[in-house]
């Protein structure tokens, strides 16, 4: 199942939200990151999760 499809299962009302801030944006933003926008506006406490997807691999406290 698509991930865009499996979103609108899971939570139809941040989709429409995500849908809104992209018809909203003037430089036209993907839906993705439209849809990671209006989740933590809907649920700011999985803020740290969405801050956890975009970190590098390495972090500067590891040694190789």
Do not use: C, F, N
């Not at 299962?9 to 941040?14: C, G, I, K, Y």
């Not at 209006?38 to 975009?54: I, Q």
């Amino acid at each position: 199942m698509k991930l865009i499809a499996l979103r609108w299962l899971l939570d139809p009302a941040t989709s429409l939200l995500a849908l809104r801030l992209r018809a909203q944006e003037p430089r036209r933003m993907s839906y993705d990151a439209a849809w990671r926008l209006a989740r933590v506006t809907r649920h700011p406490d999985e803020m740290v999760y969405r801050h956890h997807g975009h970190l590098g691999e390495d972090s500067p406290d590891q040694t190789p």
